[in-house]
Structures are given as structure tokens and as C-alpha cells.
């Protein structure tokens, strides 16, 4: 399940039948993680549903120096992904500020 638009994105789905919709809005998220830093190799998403029937979501993004990582688990698949994706911009905005900070020292 790879986009022509991001080739580094690798999604598995546990006890999940995704539509294309719900694939598309996935990969939009993402995509905006590119704005922050784009130095950005590869996606790992992998959604799945728990036992009370939550959705989990687990997004992972890998640069040549650090892994960022997020997981959440919602009601829905969109609501697990937001906050995952959220999760991830605030570690790597805190990760660009440490390093702006350290070069004005």
C-alpha cells in the first residue's frame, strides 16, 4: 500500500479493513510532517483495533539521526492518527529548538 506521492511510507493494518478514503486522509497527515523537517526517510504506520474495539494507531518517522515515534489509541482511525501526528510535530519542533538553541550559545 504505498502513494505515488510519498514512496517511503509503509503501512500495515492489524484486524483493519481500511477504504481508499480513510488511506488518502492517513497520507495527508503524514505529508505535513514533511513541513516541519525534511530531512524525513521513511513513515511506519500501523493501525490496528484492540479488544474493546478502540482503534490503536503507532506512527513512526525516521531521520539520519533520530526516530520519532507516537502511538495513540481512539475510537476512531482519523482521531488516532491526528494526535499521533501531533504528537510527532511537537517532538520534532522541541528537537529543531534544543538545536537552535545550542547554536546561539
Excluded at 70 to 80: F, H, K
Amino acid at each position: 500500500m504505498q502513494n505515488k506521492k510519498m514512496p517511503n511510507v509503509r503501512m500495515m493494518c492489524k484486524k483493519v479493513d481500511m477504504d481508499e478514503r480513510t488511506e488518502d486522509y492517513i497520507y495527508k497527515r503524514i505529508s505535513k510532517l514533511g513541513k516541519f523537517s525534511d530531512k524525513i526517510l521513511e513513515y511506519e504506520v500501523e493501525i490496528s483495533m484492540d479488544k474493546k474495539g478502540l482503534f490503536r494507531a503507532e506512527i513512526m518517522a525516521r531521520t539520519p539521526y533520530e526516530l520519532y515515534r507516537a502511538e495513540e489509541t481512539s475510537e476512531s482511525i482519523e482521531g488516532s492518527v491526528d494526535i499521533a501526528v501531533e504528537e510527532i510535530s511537537q517532538q520534532i519542533k522541541k528537537d529543531k529548538n534544543k538545536i537552535m538553541e545550542l547554536r546561539k550559545r
